[in-house]
């Protein structure tokens, strides 16, 4: 694809505006990388500066907060849990290194992803330089510094930055290592290979794939089994510098070990049922998901399993869903399949139409998904056709994809494969202008129409919902932690009215607001809009039974409580209220909850979560 000949197999003279371009780019490219680079830096930094005039920057989100104290107690030395990791342990452990440096303040973790952000940039252009020379990779930095989602993502303190900069380092040390033995970048390929594991769990597929991938490529060169070997075992090397430590933690604290988090059974279980109704035995905080499905499936099986066996169990359920409805379950994952093309940027933390109205930087036209994912398809499909690298790099594309259409396609989740799809899209914009300037109309047009048959897709109607209730209810989360009441009321009564994916949260906080002023009418009309079927019916009779607890009903408050627990048996709160209570009218059976609440209560002992 770097090739400007046309089909004469002369070179055609070089005029017009596209070959000045590529001159000056080729003849200047030191200082037109590092102009992206101070751009990419310069924009992620105006863009935290905007945001930080928002009510977004002194309030941490879920994952947010659950880093933050994370690292916080490995800075200190105060971490324990006697459980292997539950979450990936790589961004704990970073954004510590960041706290023992500097301090304890989730802004530095900020500037620290702001610096992947660059560096990401940076990968961007060694991954484009590998496909097609230094212009594209010139192309593919800049459209990386542009790209709108990567800048929001490089300012907040989520794990995001990290996973699309692993991501981008794998991916260039795998096309090193592709074109030739770079016996020392085998070595970083495993290394940053094994990072990513432990920072985006899904990515364990590409482990068996780069090899596969290089064995094919070098045998086809006609390399010495001797120079494939070393190559192997340097990328063995390279994953188990990461892999050993965490998994001989593993096997320490807990006797069990393995090359991933213990969430793969249990997020590989959620992604059967997008409608979340039959997860209502589970809350959405993560900090106690993983603890409440280890709950369910040890009162299911009548045993008390340990997380590694907990993630075994919801594998098992996965599978056995599957094999009751194959035909729902295929049409789900061809609906996954089109979601992941689609257009929408869908966030689960942060929602850039939503947040462009209170930080007004991201109202600026940036590159967004839907130019990027019709060129970037174009550019894979008309790549893998002339070159082996093009088809290699759309293997790992392909792979990592499928993991996302077989768990979530969120935007955090997509992002990172991004990087390849920012590749292809410089690689094959340059093909197109190569083309035309020799006049080649048919590969010309074989590109048009593919980067036209994915802008279709990404715009089907239908396929993915850009769901605002999530979005209003953690502005009014935030609004609230200020004392701004009124505000917060009126942004969960919007997510309420919109009936939408989260709405159900919303009229919990409303029902709680409302019976904290002594509201009870209104109290019990957002519960009532809650259905006995819903993920919030837990939370529902949790919350009616303090309602009734303070309208002097006590017999209905017990019934209450008691339904919250048959329906999530990991709650701890309404077990609380009804040792209190039963510790007044019937003690042998506060001793019965009791022993309840401490079996229940030493499971989130065990994650390191306290209760």
């Not at 920057?57 to 200190?76: P, S, T």
């Not at 892999?243 to 320490?252: G, L, T, Y």
């Not at 059967?272 to 959405?284: I, R």
Request: aromatic letters at 16%.
């Amino acid at each position: 694809m770097n090739d400007p000949k046309d089909r004469t197999g002369k070179r055609p003279q070089a005029v017009g505006l596209i070959d000045r371009v590529r001159q000056f780019a080729q003849s200047h490219h030191f200082w037109l990388l590092s102009g992206i680079l101070l751009l990419a830096l310069a924009l992620r930094l105006i863009a935290l500066m905007d945001l930080s005039g928002s009510i977004y920057y002194d309030f941490m989100l879920w994952d947010e907060r659950l880093y933050h104290e994370w690292a916080k107690k490995i800075a200190d030395g105060t971490f324990y849990s006697s459980s292997v990791y539950e979450f990936a342990p790589v961004p704990a452990y970073f954004i510590a290194l960041v706290y023992e440096l500097f301090s304890p303040d989730i802004v530095y973790t900020r500037y620290a992803n702001i610096l992947l952000g660059v560096f990401s940039c940076y990968l961007a252009y060694l991954i484009g330089r590998e496909l097609a020379g230094r212009t594209t990779g010139l192309l593919a930095a800049l459209t990386a510094a542009l790209y709108k989602p990567y800048i929001l993502y490089n300012i907040v303190p989520l794990k995001t930055s990290l996973s699309i900069f692993l991501f981008a380092a794998a991916v260039y040390f795998f096309l090193v290592v592709f074109d030739g033995p770079a016996l020392p970048k085998a070595l970083f390929l495993g290394f940053f290979m094994g990072l990513l594991n432990y920072v985006r769990p899904n990515a364990i597929v590409l482990v068996p794939l780069f090899p596969v991938l290089i064995l094919w490529h070098h045998r086809q060169m006609k390399k010495s089994w001797t120079s494939i070997a070393a190559v192997l075992i340097l990328y063995i090397g390279g994953l188990a510098l990461v892999h050993a430590p965490f998994m001989i933690r593993n096997f320490r604290v807990a006797g069990e070990s393995g090359p991933t988090t213990s969430q793969t059974g249990i997020h590989l279980y959620m992604s059967t049922f997008p409608d979340m109704s039959k997860l209502n035995f589970v809350t959405t905080s993560p900090a106690e998901r993983g603890v409440q499905f280890a709950i369910e499936a040890s009162r299911r099986t009548g045993r008390r399993l340990t997380p590694r066996e907990s993630s075994a169990y919801w594998t098992r359920e996965y599978f056995k869903s599957v094999r009751e409805k194959p035909l729902a379950y295929i049409g789900e994952l061809f609906r996954k399949t089109l979601k992941f093309f689609n257009r929408i940027e869908k966030g689960d933390h942060y929602h850039i139409g939503f947040l462009s109205d209170y930080v007004k930087f991201f109202k600026l036209p940036f590159f967004s998904l839907w130019l990027v994912m019709p060129l970037g398809m174009a550019g894979l499909v008309v790549g893998m056709t002339r070159d082996r690298k093009y088809s290699a790099l759309a293997a790992v594309f392909g792979m990592y994809a499928s993991t996302l259409v077989l768990f979530f396609t969120n935007t955090r989740m997509r992002l990172p494969v991004l990087v390849i799809l920012i590749a292809f899209a410089a690689s094959g914009a340059r093909f197109l202008c190569n083309r035309l300037r020799a006049r080649d109309l048919r590969q010309a047009g074989i590109y048009l129409a593919v980067a036209a048959a994915f802008f279709i897709i990404e715009f089907l109607p239908g396929v993915a919902r850009d769901d605002p209730t999530a979005h209003y209810n953690t502005y009014a989360i935030i609004l609230d932690s200020q004392g701004r009441k009124k505000e917060a009321l009126d942004h969960w009564q919007r997510s309420s009215t919109v009936k939408g994916r989260y709405s159900d949260f919303a009229n919990l906080s409303l029902s709680r607001e409302y019976m904290r002023e002594g509201d009870y009418r209104r109290a019990f009309y957002y519960l009532d809009r809650i259905a006995d079927d819903s993920f919030a019916a837990a939370h529902k009779y949790d919350i009616l039974g303090d309602l009734l607890m303070r309208t002097k009903q006590l017999q209905k408050a017990v019934v209450a409580y008691e339904r919250a627990i048959a329906i999530n048996a990991g709650l701890v709160a309404p077990r609380r209220k009804l040792v209190k209570i039963f510790e007044r009218v019937d003690p042998r059976r506060a001793r019965i909850e009791y022993e309840t609440l401490a079996y229940v209560s030493s499971f989130y002992d065990l994650y390191g979560f306290k209760r």
